[in-house]
C-alpha cells in the first residue's frame, strides 16, 4: 500500500451518534435497533453481505429517509429529517450509483456543493451588488481550490457526463466537500473502479481525513476498508453484529458466518456469490505485515473450500439463504 | 477506417462544377431583375423588367448569398472571410434554397394563375439557372459519409399506399345518401394523407441516402487580429442585417412571400453554420456581450422606426409579449425543469389585473392606478397566484405536476368566466371581459397618441412596442442574471437530480416554489402591458390550446422550439410560433395542419431547439461527439444493499 496503514488517530469527541436506529418499510425492517458513533478524526467502515441494510442506514442517517425509531445527532443535536437541513448541519454524501449534475460543469457541480454555505438570494443575483460579487468570486475560488485537491482543476469547464468514470467519482467527493461537511459519509467508493483507482481514492479519504472531517464509509472492498479505518461495523440482516478494529472483525465468527454461510452437512458451501466476499476477507491480510500470517481468517478460508469439494461430491441442496 | 469523405454527388469535373455553381448564381440573381409574369394578378409584381418584385427579391438574395460563398471557394481575397471552413456544402445549402424558392415562386405563378403558360421567358432563365446551379453545387467536393445504409419505413405502412385508391373507389360508388358514405369519404381522406406522407418521409430518406451529407470538422485559419472596435462594428453590421431580415419577415405581406422568406432564411442560415460565418460571429459576441445585447436591443428599438404604419408594429408588440411570457416560462421549463401547462393563467392574472385597476369603466373596482402601480398590482398579484398554485402541487413530480398545471390554467380561465354576477360575485364581467381600457400615460406621455420623433411618427402600437421591449430587456436581466448565480445553478440542478440536489443542501421544494413564482410574476409583468395593448381582457385570451397564440401550448412550444436554458431561443422561437400560423392563413383549413407539419420536421431536425443550449446541445447529439467515456451500468457490478 502507498499509504501508512496507521495513521495518527486523533480521534475526539463523538461527531455522529446514531442510538436505536430502526426503519421499518411495513413489514420489512431493513434496519434494526443499530447504534453506531463516529468520532472526530475518525474513518469508520460499515460492511455487509448485500441487502444488509447499509445504505437504507445512510439513507436514514442524511434525511432521506425518516427512521421509525431511534435519534441520530450530529455534534450533540438531533438532526432534522430533511435531508437539505441534514447538509446544512454539517454531513455531506456521496452516492452508490454516481449521481452527479451530469449537465453541468465539473465546476457548476462543486458550486452547487456551496448551495448550502451561501446565501446570496433572488434579489442580490439581480442587483449584482459588491457582496454578491465577492461571495460569488468567493465559492468560485473556493470550488477551484477543491477541484484542485481532487486533481481535477484542468477539467473545470468539461460537462461531468463526459469525465471518466473514476473522475466522476472524485468529483462527486468534491462536491460533497464544497458544503464544508465535519462527516463525509462515502456509499461505496470505489464501485467499479480498478486497482489503480481503488488506491488514488484511498488516498484521497486519508487526506480528506486529515482536513479534519470524520469518514463513514460503506464498502465491498475488504482489502479498502481494512486499510482505511480506523473501526468497522458490520450490519447484517439489518442489525449491527460486531464493530471493532480490523482484528476483531476478522476473527468474529458470525461475520465470517454472515459472508461464507454456515457449514452445514451435506450441503454446498460458499455459493459463487458469497465466493468474491471470501476471498476479499481473505485477501485482505496477505498485503498486511507478518501478523497476518497467524490471522483467523486464514484458516476460515481453507475450511470451506476443502468443505466444498466433499460437498460437491454429494448433493447441492443451495443454502444461499443463510447468508 | 475513415467514415467521410470528400467527393461530389453527382460526378463533374471540380472545375467545370465550380464554374457552373458561379455562372449559375450569377444567372440566378441576374434572372430576379427579368421579367417572370405577364399579369401583376400574381402578388408581388413580377411583371417589371428591371427592378426585382416579392419573391424576386428572394431569388436575388439567394443568387448573391451562392455566388458570394462560390467567389469565397476560390480563395478570392475580401470574400474569404464568408467561408472560413472552406466547406462547399454551404453553397449547396445556399444553392438548395435558391432553387427552391424560385421554383417555388414558379409554380406558384403556374397554380394561381391557371398553367405554366402564365411564365415570361424570364420566369424559365430563372427556373433554368436555379436548377443549373443546384446541379454544378452538386457537383462539387462535398463533405459526406463513406457510406449510409438506406432506411426503410415498417412495411405495413406502405399498405396505406394501395388502400387509399380503393377507399375513394368505395368512396365515390357508394350512394352518397347511404350512411357509411361520409365515413368511406373521411376514411379515403386519411387514408390519402397517410399515403401521402409515408411517400414522403420515404423519398426523403432516399435523398439522404443519396447524398450522405454531413460535416467534417476541419481546423479554421483563425481569425484575423482585429481591433475591439472593429470588432464592435461588425457585431452592430450583423445586427443591423439581422433586423433588416426580421423587418422583413414581419412585413411580408402574402403567404407565398412569407413561405419563401422562411426557406430562404433557413437554408441560408444553414449555409453560412457550414462555411463556418456563424462560428465566428458567435465568438465575437462572447467576446463582447455586452456590446451584443445592447446591439440587439438596439436594432430591436430600430423596427418602429422603420415602419410606416401601425399594420405591423402591432404584430411586432404582440411578438413581444408573446416573447417575454414564453422566456418567463423558459425559467420554470428550462431551468427548473417544472413542466408548466397551465402558464398563461399568468399572463392572464397580470392582465385582469391591471385591467381592474386601470380605471376602466367596466370594472367593478373604480380605480385608477398609474403605471408603475398597474405594474406592481399585476406582477404581484401573478406572483401570489403562483405560490397558492405552487405550493401544493410542487410536491408532485413531472407528469402529475404537469397535469396538474394543465387543470389550473383551465380553472383560472372558468373561474374568470364565472366571476360575472350569476354565477358568482361580479369582478370580471365573466366572459364579456373587462373593455375600453384606458391607453396608458407614463409621466404625462400619452402612449395612445401618435408622437413624432427624429421626424418619424410612432403610433400607438410603436409606443407599445418601446414600452413592451423595456419589459423585454427587463426580462432578460433578470433571466441572465439569476440563471448564472447561486439560485440558477440550484435550479439546474434540481432538473438534473432532485435527490443529489438535496444531498447538496438545496430546499427542493421552496426554490421551485421560487421558479414557479418568479417565472408567474414575470408573465404578470407582460400582462398588465398586454391589458393596455389589447384594450380588452377576456376569459378566452388565455386557454390552453388555440389556433393563435399566446395560450399555454405555444408558449411550451415556443421554448421548446427555440431552445430550453437559453435567452435568445424562446425569443426566436416565439417570433417564429408567432408569424408562421399568422402568414400561413392563405393556407386556410390546412393552416394548422401545415403548422403542425413544419413543428415535426423541426422537432426532428433540431431536438434540442434552434438556439441550443451548450448542454442541450451535447446532450441530444452525444453520439457525435467523440472520445466520451460515458460511465456505464455495467461499472456498477459491486453496487450492493
Known sequence: MTTSTAPVTTTGDPVLEATGVIMRFGGLTAVNNVDLTVNSGEIVGLIGPNGAGKTTFFNCLTGLYVPTEGTVKYKGTVLPPKPHLVTQAGIARTFQNIRLFANMTVLENVLVGRHSRTKEGLLSAVLRGPKYKRAEAESREKAMGLLEFAGLADKADHLARNLPYGEQRKLEIARALASEPGLLLLDEPTAGMNPQETRAAEELVFAIRDRGIAILVIEHDMRFIFNLCDRTAVLVQGQKIVEGDRETVQSDERVITAYLGAPLEGTAEAPAAADADADAIADAPADLPAEAAADPVEEADAEPAAEASTASATSTTGTEDEK | ?641
Open chain 2, 1 to 641: 477506417m475513415t467514415t467521410t469523405e470528400t467527393t461530389p454527388v453527382i460526378p463533374l469535373p471540380a472545375g467545370t462544377a465550380r464554374i457552373l455553381t458561379a455562372v449559375g448564381a450569377t444567372a440566378t440573381a441576374a434572372s430576379a431583375f427579368l421579367a417572370w409574369t405577364w399579369t401583376s394578378d400574381f402578388p408581388g409584381d413580377l411583371t417589371v423588367t428591371g427592378y426585382p418584385g416579392g419573391l424576386q427579391w428572394l431569388t436575388l438574395v439567394a443568387g448573391a448569398l451562392t455566388l458570394v460563398l462560390t467567389l469565397a471557394s476560390y480563395g478570392l481575397r475580401g470574400l474569404r472571410w464568408t467561408s472560413p471552413t472552406r466547406s462547399d456544402n454551404g453553397i449547396l445549402l445556399a444553392a438548395t434554397g435558391g432553387a427552391v424558392v424560385t421554383w417555388g415562386t414558379l409554380i406558384a405563378i403556374g397554380v394561381e394563375l391557371g398553367g405554366m403558360a402564365n411564365l415570361e421567358p424570364g420566369g424559365w432563365v430563372a427556373g433554368v439557372a436555379s436548377a443549373l446551379t443546384l446541379i454544378g453545387a452538386l457537383g462539387l467536393p462535398l463533405d459526406r459519409h463513406t457510406r449510409r445504409p438506406l432506411q426503410v419505413l415498417n412495411k405495413w405502412w406502405f399498405t396505406a399506399v394501395p388502400v387509399t385508391p380503393l377507399l375513394y373507389l368505395a368512396a365515390t360508388g357508394v350512394d352518397s345518401s347511404r350512411p357509411v358514405a361520409p365515413v368511406l369519404v373521411v376514411l379515403a381522406q386519411g387514408g390519402l394523407a397517410a399515403a401521402g406522407g409515408v411517400v414522403l418521409v420515404q423519398a426523403l430518406m432516399l435523398l439522404r441516402t443519396w447524398l450522405r451529407l454531413t460535416t467534417i470538422e476541419r481546423r479554421t485559419a483563425p481569425p484575423l487580429e482585429l481591433p475591439s472596435w472593429v470588432e464592435v462594428l461588425l457585431i452592430i453590421a450583423a445586427f443591423s442585417v439581422g433586423l433588416f431580415a426580421i423587418t422583413f419577415g414581419i412585413d411580408t405581406e402574402y403567404g407565398e412571400l412569407f413561405t419563401g422568406y422562411l426557406v430562404l432564411a433557413g437554408t441560408g442560415v444553414a449555409a453560412l453554420t457550414k462555411s463556418g460565418l456563424i462560428a465566428r460571429l458567435r465568438a465575437l459576441t462572447v467576446k463582447h456581450r455586452p456590446v451584443t445585447t445592447g446591439a440587439a436591443f438596439a436594432a430591436a428599438a430600430g423596427f418602429p422606426f422603420t415602419q410606416s404604419s401601425d399594420q405591423y408594429t402591432s404584430v411586432a408588440t404582440n411578438i413581444l409579449i408573446f416573447a417575454t411570457v414564453a422566456l418567463g416560462l423558459n425559467i420554470v421549463v428550462g431551468l427548473a425543469g417544472l413542466l408548466d401547462l397551465g402558464y398563461v393563467a399568468f399572463l392572464g392574472v397580470g392582465a385582469y389585473a391591471a385591467a381592474l385597476v386601470s380605471g376602466s369603466p367596466a370594472s367593478p373596482i373604480h380605480v385608477a392606478f398609474p403605471f408603475w402601480g398597474a405594474v406592481l398590482t399585476g406582477a404581484a398579484a401573478s406572483m401570489i397566484f403562483g405560490v397558492l398554485i405552487g405550493a401544493p402541487t410542487l410536491r408532485l413530480r413531472g407528469d402529475y405536476l404537469a397535469i396538474v398545471t394543465l387543470g389550473f390554467g383551465e380553472i383560472f380561465r372558468i373561474t374568470m368566466n364565472n366571476l360575472n354576477g350569476t354565477t358568482g360575485p361580479n369582478l370580471t364581467n365573466g366572459s364579456n371581459g373587462i373593455p375600453r381600457i384606458p391607453d396608458l400615460n407614463i409621466f404625462g406621455f400619452d402612449l395612445g397618441k401618435t408622437h413624432t420623433v427624429f421626424g418619424i411618427d410612432l403610433g400607438r402600437f410603436s409606443n407599445y412596442y418601446l414600452l413592451m421591449l423595456i419589459v423585454t430587456a427587463f426580462v432578460v436581466l433578470v433571466f441572465s442574471r439569476v440563471g448564472d448565480s447561486r439560485i440558477g445553478r440550484a435550479w439546474v440542478a434540481i432538473r438534473e437530480d432532485e435527490t443529489a440536489a438535496q444531498a447538496m443542501g438545496i430546499n427542493g421544494f421552496r426554490l421551485k416554489l421560487l421558479a414557479f413564482a418568479l417565472g408567474a410574476s414575470l408573465a404578470g409583468l407582460a400582462g398588465t402591458v398586454q391589458a393596455h395593448v389589447s384594450y380588452t381582457v377576456t376569459p378566452d385570451q388565455y386557454t390552453f390550446a388555440e389556433a393563435l397564440p399566446p395560450n399555454s401550448a405555444f408558449l411550451l412550444a415556443a421554448v421548446i422550439l427555440g431552445g430550453m436554458g437559453t435567452i435568445s431561443g424562446p425569443l426566436l422561437g416565439a417570433t417564429l410560433l408567432f408569424l408562421i400560423p399568422k402568414k400561413l392563413e392563405f393556407l386556410s383549413n390546412y393552416q394548422l395542419l401545415a403548422f403542425g407539419i413544419a413543428l415535426i420536421v423541426l422537432m426532428r431536425v433540431r431536438p434540442e431547439g434552434l438556439i441550443a443550449n451548450r448542454r442541450r446541445q451535447l446532450e441530444f447529439h452525444e453520439a457525435d461527439i467523440p472520445a466520451q467515456a460515458a460511465p456505464s451500468d455495467t461499472a456498477l457490478t459491486k453496487a450492493g444493499a
